[in-house]
């Protein structure tokens, strides 16, 4: 048998090229990001009825296990490009994971600011043994943003924040795969809203290409923040955010009035889901085999509160963002799960378990 030489995925600066702002071909920081898997459900009929078609955007698949990779290529090549040294980043885990991953590719220095004591263990390894400086700021996710916004602005260090434009772009580029992956566009697209970043994105992706004439049609943007940091439902910024969902525990997004926009213009909603919402539709997705973080299931979460609500119609197709992979906060998966049975090393006592 002969090796046949396939089209190998370049990442999505490479692969959207002429979508994403210039940028010269030596200053690209990547890790091949995107491509990831949009995955039907199958498991959950019951729950919805015939002729509605979820799709979960497993971003979990990224290099580094969420979809803030994206932006996090473009943000980084371009500081690069800009002839920048250090990146600094405030961040509720992932964006101080990916951060710390593109920084150390592409030969710069990163300085993450994390809420002590209130991110998953997964994303505090990564950006350790990326060799981040990491500084846990006795503080929120708002109070590390408004510092390193501040740093920022004094000395020479880029901001990869998603108040970072180049953020936003390259996590645009999630809409284009969703849209090439099902050949049109989804009639609903649920994601979960934190920092407001990732809706403002999509949203952005969705309008290129209808303007370009490659969907005709345009999904109405569904965003879920979790009830107990959830400022754009409430018309208030929230100053003390608390929420299983640590990746969306913020509460005063940097991009709420782009937020805003993306709802009005979709004719889509913002709004929120409880802790235990969110849990339920968490282990939903396992049992589907797709391991998702909690925030990422506010998506999910978010679907089944329209559902009762009485929303959809037969024909509609959903996309739900999945943003971050499960093994990311392996402390929240073993609390919503059945402990493991012990027992001795014998064989009819195991099978006595087994109950055959
Ligand atoms: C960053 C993040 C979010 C929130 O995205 P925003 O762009 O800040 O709204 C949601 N889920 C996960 C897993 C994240 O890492």
């Given at each position: 048998m002969q090796a046949t030489k396939r089209h190998i995925w370049n990442g999505v600066i490479r692969e959207f090229y002429d979508l994403l702002p210039g940028i010269k071909d030596d200053s690209i920081v990547t890790l091949r990001e995107g491509n990831t898997p949009l995955i039907e459900v199958l498991t959950m009929g019951d729950l919805f009825g015939k002729g509605i078609r979820i799709f979960l955007k497993?971003?979990?698949?990224?290099p580094t296990a969420s979809f803030k990779d994206r932006g996090m290529t473009m943000a980084v090549s371009k500081a690069k490009e800009e002839g920048s040294h250090a990146v600094i980043c405030a961040s509720t885990g992932n964006t101080s994971a990916s951060a710390a991953a593109y920084a150390a590719r592409g030969g710069l220095r990163a300085y993450v600011l994390i809420p002590e004591g209130k991110i998953a263990l997964g994303k505090l390894s990564q950006a350790m043994m990326h060799g981040a400086t990491v500084i846990q700021v006795e503080g929120n996710f708002d109070d590390a943003l408004a510092i390193v916004k501040e740093v920022s602005n004094t000395y020479p260090v880029t901001l990869v924040n998603s108040i970072n434009p180049y953020r936003i772009e390259g996590q645009k580029t999630a809409a284009f795969e969703v849209c090439s992956h099902l050949g049109y566009a989804p009639t609903y697209h649920f994601l979960p809203v934190g920092n407001a970043g990732n809706i403002t994105a999509y949203w952005r992706g969705y309008k290129e290409f209808r303007e370009k004439g490659i969907i005709d049609t345009l999904p109405k943007m569904m965003g879920f923040e979790a009830e107990g940091a959830a400022p754009i439902v409430r018309g208030y910024p929230i100053k003390n955010p608390e929420t299983v969902a640590s990746a969306i525990r913020?509460?005063?997004?940097?991009s709420w009035e782009n937020a805003v926009k993306a709802r009005d213009e979709s004719g889509g909603v913002i709004d929120m889901v409880s802790d235990d919402e969110i849990i339920n539709a968490y282990k939903l997705l396992a049992k589907e085999g797709v391991f998702c973080e909690p925030a990422s299931a506010a998506s999910l979460a978010g679907v089944i509160k329209m559902h009762k609500n009485d929303i959809f119609k037969s024909g509609d197709t959903i996309v739900c963002t999945?943003?971050?992979?499960?093994?990311?906060?392996p402390d929240t998966a073993i609390k919503s799960s059945d402990k493991p049975v012990s027992v001795e090393a014998e064989l009819s006592k195991v099978v006595r378990v087994l109950g055959f």
């Amino acid at each position: 048998m002969q090796a046949t030489k396939r089209h190998i995925w370049n990442g999505v600066i490479r692969e959207f090229y002429d979508l994403l702002p210039g940028i010269k071909d030596d200053s690209i920081v990547t890790l091949r990001e995107g491509n990831t898997p949009l995955i039907e459900v199958l498991t959950m009929g019951d729950l919805f009825g015939k002729g509605i078609r979820i799709f979960l955007k497993y971003e979990g698949l990224n290099p580094t296990a969420s979809f803030k990779d994206r932006g996090m290529t473009m943000a980084v090549s371009k500081a690069k490009e800009e002839g920048s040294h250090a990146v600094i980043c405030a961040s509720t885990g992932n964006t101080s994971a990916s951060a710390a991953a593109y920084a150390a590719r592409g030969g710069l220095r990163a300085y993450v600011l994390i809420p002590e004591g209130k991110i998953a263990l997964g994303k505090l390894s990564q950006a350790m043994m990326h060799g981040a400086t990491v500084i846990q700021v006795e503080g929120n996710f708002d109070d590390a943003l408004a510092i390193v916004k501040e740093v920022s602005n004094t000395y020479p260090v880029t901001l990869v924040n998603s108040i970072n434009p180049y953020r936003i772009e390259g996590q645009k580029t999630a809409a284009f795969e969703v849209c090439s992956h099902l050949g049109y566009a989804p009639t609903y697209h649920f994601l979960p809203v934190g920092n407001a970043g990732n809706i403002t994105a999509y949203w952005r992706g969705y309008k290129e290409f209808r303007e370009k004439g490659i969907i005709d049609t345009l999904p109405k943007m569904m965003g879920f923040e979790a009830e107990g940091a959830a400022p754009i439902v409430r018309g208030y910024p929230i100053k003390n955010p608390e929420t299983v969902a640590s990746a969306i525990r913020i509460g005063n997004p940097s991009s709420w009035e782009n937020a805003v926009k993306a709802r009005d213009e979709s004719g889509g909603v913002i709004d929120m889901v409880s802790d235990d919402e969110i849990i339920n539709a968490y282990k939903l997705l396992a049992k589907e085999g797709v391991f998702c973080e909690p925030a990422s299931a506010a998506s999910l979460a978010g679907v089944i509160k329209m559902h009762k609500n009485d929303i959809f119609k037969s024909g509609d197709t959903i996309v739900c963002t999945l943003t971050g992979h499960g093994l990311k906060d392996p402390d929240t998966a073993i609390k919503s799960s059945d402990k493991p049975v012990s027992v001795e090393a014998e064989l009819s006592k195991v099978v006595r378990v087994l109950g055959f």
